[in-house]
């Protein structure tokens, strides 16, 4: 066999593990792919035959690979989910043991929580928790003592579990999202503090903003210059809020909570898309 021959057998071989892995880490199959090639590309380059554990090795390469890109998404403002272009184009579907794995590791909450995350966070979590790779090995790829590991992974799991929790009580949801516009509409910005949690994350078609106080200052000042009647809602099967403007769909507001607070707001503020979206008005 020709040495490329065995380097790319050997790759494909933990292929499948690690796209479900970079997918887990950066919410996004087009990014998991670029991941994944990357790591393929160095290890290309690597002298693989000394290479004794070579699953460890490429968790660690696709780890960092994840990192940097994690950081640089959050340094350039952009959201991590699927674009709506990305979301078009066929992937490749994944097969039963990535099935089972997705099955095994992911709730409902979990996919929109790990948003909220910090880079470090979400890795410490995705690898030790739905990974099971040691702190020993996570704290080489994030740059962390295992202690310090330990700890991101913990914040991260309560942050994940209070979502998780928090997400089967529709009518309190609904409570804190009236209780949320109530505030913005009179200017109470300790008001607004009570139902956001402090690591809250507001996304819209044009950054995102982070912090409970950042996002209380941008909801008072958006309320007065509010166009539209607020109309409660379910926006793509999440708690929410349309805002109609000539009896039409004009913007929406889609809400995630933890620990029985607000933690993420999706905005849609194009009035076409906002019209596209899957709303039920209530």
């Known amino acids: 066999m020709r040495d490329d021959d065995f380097l790319a057998e050997r790759f494909e071989s ?17 990014e998991a ?21 070579l699953a460890g090795w490429l968790t660690t390469v696709v780890g960092r690979v994840c ?11 952009e959201q991590s989910l699927e674009t709506e272009a990305e979301a078009a184009v066929p992937v490749t579907v994944p097969g039963p043991e990535q099935d089972v794995l997705l099955a095994d590791s992911v709730g409902s909450a979990l996919l929109v929580v790990l948003d909220t995350l910090t880079p470090a ?7 030790h928790d ?3 790779v040691s702190f020993d ?4 790829i994030i740059g962390k003592s295992p202690a310090a590991a330990r700890q991101l992974a913990s914040r991260a799991r309560r942050r994940v579990r209070g979502a998780e929790a928090t997400d089967t009580d529709p009518a309190r949801r609904r409570e804190l999202v009236d209780a949320f516009l109530a505030a913005a509409r009179e200017g109470d910005f300790d008001g607004l503090l009570e139902v956001l949690d402090p690591d809250v994350v507001v996304r819209t078609e044009a950054g995102v903003t982070t912090g409970a106080l950042a996002v209380a200052k ?12 607020p109309v409660p809602a379910l926006v793509e099967g999440r708690t929410g809020i349309a805002l109609l403007r000539e009896g039409r769909v004009w913007r929406t507001l889609a809400f995630t909570f933890v620990h029985d607070r607000i933690a993420v707001i999706d ?16």
Request: proline share 1%; glycine share 6%.
């Open 218 to 229: 941008g909801a008072a000042t958006y309320s007065r210059h509010m166009v539209g009647v």
């Open 121 to 127: 966070e979400r890795l410490a979590f995705v690898l």
């Open 130 to 132: 739905l990974f099971a």
């Open 14 to 30: 933990h292929r499948a593990r690690l796209r479900v892995m970079a997918q887990r880490m950066l919410g996004s199959v087009a």
């Open 137 to 140: 090995e996570v704290d080489g």
């Open 267 to 282: 905005i849609t503020t194009d009035p076409d898309a906002a019209a596209r979206s899957d709303v039920t008005l209530l």
């Open 67 to 77: 990192l940097d890109m994690l950081r640089s998404r959050r340094s350039r403002g």
């Open 33 to 53: 792919d670029d991941a994944v090639q990357e790591a393929w590309v160095r290890f290309s380059r690597a002298d693989a035959r000394q290479v004794e554990n």
